[in-house]
C-alpha cells in the first residue's frame, strides 16, 4: 500500500503563504492525492485532490511534482483559522476502503 | 451542505457493557465508514459500507461490528466495550462509484471513554 510522508508540525505567520509538503514515493499511477484537514474539536474537511496537473479551488493550491512522487498544499495567505492538522492522503481507484490517514501535520499560526 | 450527523458527542461507559454509536447523513450518499482516531497513531478505518446491508472489515475491525440497515444510517456496535476502546469515532460518508473522486464528509466524533 502507498503511504504518505508528512513533518510532525509546521509554524506559519498569520497571512503569509504556507507550503506544507508531502512525500509518497511509492505511488501507483492511478493513485490520487487528496488532503484534509482537521480544526480543533472537529471531525477531518476535504480540502482538495489531483491526479497530475496542479489544482486551486477558494481553500487552496496543490502543486503536483512532476514524478508525482511528492506534492505541496498552498495556502496562499494563512488565517488564524487554518491553524489544523493536515493530512495527505493516497486515493485508489477502486474500492471505498481505499484511504489512509497517517498522524498529519499539526500547523500552528503566529498571529 | 452535506451534514453527517453522530448521535452523541460524548459518551462514558462501563467495561462489558453493548454500546452503539449512530451516524446518519442527509445526501443520499452509498459509501459509509467508521474510523476511530487515536493520539499518535492518526486515522484508523474499522468498517464500511458500500450498500444497504453491506458492510467490509477495515484495518482495525476485532471487537466491533456494524449495521447498516437503512442507507442514511451507519450504527457502530461495541458487544463488550473495553478500556482500549477508549477513543475517538468519527462516521463519514461520501458518493458511491468511482470512489477516488469523491471525498469524505466527516461528523465531528463521538469521545467514548469506557471504564
Known amino acids: 500500500d502507498a503511504k504518505t510522508t508528512q513533518p510532525n508540525s509546521m509554524e506559519s505567520n498569520e497571512e503569509e503563504p504556507v507550503h506544507l509538503p508531502c512525500n509518497h514515493s511509492t505511488i501507483s499511477g492511478t493513485d490520487y492525492i487528496h488532503w484534509y484537514r482537521q480544526l480543533p474539536s472537529q471531525g477531518p474537511e476535504y480540502v482538495i485532490h489531483?491526479?497530475?496537473s496542479n489544482v486551486n479551488n477558494r481553500m487552496a493550491s496543490l502543486a503536483i511534482a512532476e514524478d508525482r512522487k511528492s506534492s505541496t498544499l498552498i495556502l496562499h495567505r494563512a488565517t488564524l483559522r487554518d491553524a489544523a492538522v493536515y493530512y495527505c492522503i493516497l486515493r485508489w481507484q477502486t474500492g471505498a476502503n481505499n484511504l489512509f490517514f497517517g498522524t498529519g501535520t499539526r500547523l500552528t499560526v503566529i498571529p | 451542505d452535506v451534514k453527517v450527523t453522530q448521535s452523541s458527542r460524548y459518551l462514558v461507559k462501563r467495561t462489558g457493557e453493548k454500546v452503539f454509536l449512530e451516524c446518519v447523513q442527509d445526501m443520499d450518499h452509498e459509501n459509509m465508514f467508521w474510523y476511530r482516531q487515536d493520539p499518535g497513531l492518526g486515522l484508523r478505518l474499522i468498517y464500511f459500507?458500500?450498500?444497504?446491508?453491506?458492510?467490509e472489515k477495515g484495518d482495525i475491525p476485532e471487537g466491533y461490528s456494524v449495521s447498516r440497515e437503512k442507507k442514511e444510517r451507519f450504527s457502530l456496535i461495541l458487544e463488550s466495550a473495553s478500556t482500549n476502546q477508549t477513543s475517538m469515532y468519527l462516521c463519514?460518508?461520501?458518493?458511491?462509484?468511482?470512489?477516488?473522486?469523491?471525498?469524505?464528509?466527516f461528523g465531528n466524533g463521538t469521545r467514548l471513554t469506557v471504564t
Open positions: 459500507s458500500y450498500d444497504v446491508k453491506m458492510k
Open positions: 489531483g491526479l497530475t
Open positions: 463519514a460518508s461520501s458518493l458511491g462509484g468511482p470512489s477516488y473522486n469523491s471525498p469524505l464528509h
